[in-house]
């Protein structure tokens, strides 16, 4: 069983940097992405590649400002946020699989993180 657990988020200004991460324990997996809710919305895509590396995807409000990576050594997955905006806001979530392309689906991920805070104040 995976066992994911984010860190790294917080309060920060419009235009600002964050820089989540999350630990992963249990065994390895293929896949793994970020995915965000928005109070009042439901959880939306934001990032996606393979353990193996390759293209990452992204949703297009994020391309160019968002990047996604993991260290192989430390089984962490990262998430980079430059430029942020107020409607970066909510809480973001880290998601693994076992499949060998980087996938941009809910339903796609068997193991989640527990989801860390991200506030950007305008």
């Known amino acids: 069983q995976v066992q994911l657990v984010e860190s790294g988020g917080g309060l920060v200004q419009a235009g600002d940097s964050l820089r989540l991460s999350c630990t992963a324990s249990g065994r390895t997996f293929g896949s793994y992405a970020w995915f965000r809710q928005a109070p009042g919305k439901e959880r939306e895509f934001v990032a996606a590649n393979t353990w193996r590396g390759g293209k990452a995807r992204y949703t297009n409000s994020v391309e160019g400002r968002f990047y996604i990576w993991r260290d192989n050594i430390k089984l962490t997955l990262y998430l980079q946020m430059n430029s942020l905006r107020p409607e970066d806001t909510g809480v973001y979530y880290c998601?693994?699989?076992?499949?060998?392309?980087?996938?941009?689906?809910?339903?796609?991920?068997?193991?989640w993180g527990q989801g860390t805070q991200v506030t950007v104040s305008s």
């Open positions: 998601a693994a699989a076992s499949g060998s392309k980087p996938l941009t689906g809910e339903d796609d991920y068997a193991y």
